[in-house]
């Protein structure tokens, strides 16, 4: 073995050392960077962050943004925290005079992430924390500011948001018309893909049932050009909901359904169920059950109805019309076109009025107009009808009342001598036109038909049943001395020619009056029509 031989275990170990010695340098030129690059970042965390936040919403949004409050630590990891965002959007005309409204307003917000996040770019952040958030949807057609934003980058992905106490506003120029609000007391929303909507899972406060609606959909992709045209589909739910929180009615009310659309225009497929719905002026709670397709307009802020079709006891009815809020009072008029077929009369008057039983059953046919505007006063107070019906069969459940049609037909058929026997209850017809207003049924036309006997009245009668005025008159087939016995229809058969007119045996003027329980008929020759 010569000299280098031996020698040269002692280089290779020399050189490996130095190897390493080069490597050991070169990690702490590494560490020293990277130490200086992240002591570098964090010294201007701050700045670099509300850089990123900006232009992300910027690119996002393509609009100009505003960030008052904004603040970073870096004690416990990295740690963001700020307020007062508003991303102001492509609108250039604010409905609010003067200045311009913005988009989206965060009142808070906060987000963690680690102290390596802020190296990287995109930075991503799992949870973004929000407090205060109002999503204020411009009116129909406004276009306005903000340049050209699309070729800035996203710098900024974040995965869920948490919000506490949001609020949509769907604003309408219409006069005299106020914008939809939405309030949102927690809102959840996750990505889940690039230019794919976000999923949400929402409480909203409903005002009046007081109660609040559960949802679950998905919000997206927004669309800065005409942010009403954003989507929005999903499915709520709404239980237990006091409907005596408006006053003059009752009942515990629970409805689900799915809703499809854009912000501008949603539609609303659902059902409720209340079945202890009642009227606070009668009382009586009948099971009222509904099915609904409503548009939500955002371009007028009303919403129509098209249709609703609802159960009462066994009676059903189907209503279109509108659901309009309004400045003057403040709130939402209903106005609403209704057929009510087939139906039982004795189960809309257990709904509206309030004697017990019901005064008449029978088969009914309704139209009428409902106008039901805003207010503090009870529902029964602010209610108003206009229309017509028909019943058919009509029995009065108060025995008095009836015995006296019973004999007031067959009288009018001229057969006078079973008047004072048994007589069989006689079913009859009755026909009109009505208004309802201020819980006063007014009829301007009441027509009344029975076998022998014809009765066109007018007259008024009130909700609760304790009073009600008719005069009119009414034809029977026989003549007024064929109507009685005896000596009367000797006596009575000279002054025959006077009664009979218009095709009429016996035509005389009439009166209704009193209470339910006091009901007074008779001649009303007194009274000129």
Known sequence: ????????????????????????????????????????????????????????????????VELSSFHVSISRGLRVWGGELKIFGKTDVNIHQPGLQPIIAVDEFQFGAGILDLLRTPMRVHRVYLKGLQLNIPPKGQRGEGG?????????????????????????????????????????????????????????????PVGDIQSTGFFGPWQADDPRSTPVRGDYSFSNADLGTIKGIGGILSSVGRYDGTLGNIVVDG????????????????????????????????????PVQAKILNSSLVAKGSVVRVKIPAGHRVVLNVTVNPARIEDLLKLGVRTD??????????????????????????????????????????????????????????????????????????????????????????????????????GKYSLDGFQFEFRGKARMDAKLSHMVTGWKSVLLKPVDPFFSKRGAGTEIPVKVTGTKSEPHFGVDFGHKN
């Open 1 to 64: 073995m010569d000299a280098f031989e031996l020698v040269k275990p002692r280089l290779q170990n020399k050189t490996g050392k130095s190897r390493l010695k080069w490597l050991a340098l070169v990690l702490l030129v590494c560490m020293a960077v990277a130490g200086a690059a992240i002591i570098w970042a964090l010294r201007h965390a701050e700045p670099i962050l509300q850089a990123r936040i900006i232009e992300t919403l910027s690119a996002r949004f393509q609009s100009r």
């Open 148 to 208: 050209n934003l699309r070729s800035r980058k996203i710098k900024i992905y974040v995965d869920e948001f948490d919000c506490e106490k949001a609020q949509l506003i769907i604003n309408t120029i219409v006069p005299g018309k106020l914008p939809l609000e939405f309030d949102i007391s927690k809102l959840d929303m996750r990505k889940i893909g690039p230019g794919q909507p976000l999923r949400f899972t929402a409480t909203l406060v409903n005002p009046k």
């Open 271 to 306: 059902e409720t169920s209340t079945p202890d719905f009642r009227i606070a002026i009668t009382g009586h709670p009948v099971p009222l059950t509904t099915k609904f397709h409503a548009i939500v307009d955002g371009t007028s802020g009303d919403t129509y109805l098209e």
């Open 357 to 458: 039983p019901p005064v008449m059953t029978g088969a009914a046919r309704l139209r009428t107009k409902l106008d039901l505007p805003p207010g503090e006063a009870d529902v029964s107070e602010r209610l108003r009808l206009a229309g017509d019906f028909q019943i058919s069969r009509a029995h009065f459940t108060s025995e008095k009342i009836q015995s006296k049609l019973d004999v007031l037909s067959t009288r009018g058929q001229g057969r006078p001598k079973e008047a004072k026997g048994n007589i069989p209850d006689v079913p009859s017809l009755m026909s009109g036109t009505y208004n309802l207003s201020n819980g006063l049924l007014s009829f301007s036309k009441l027509h009344f038909q029975m076998p022998g006997t014809r009765v066109d009245l007018s």
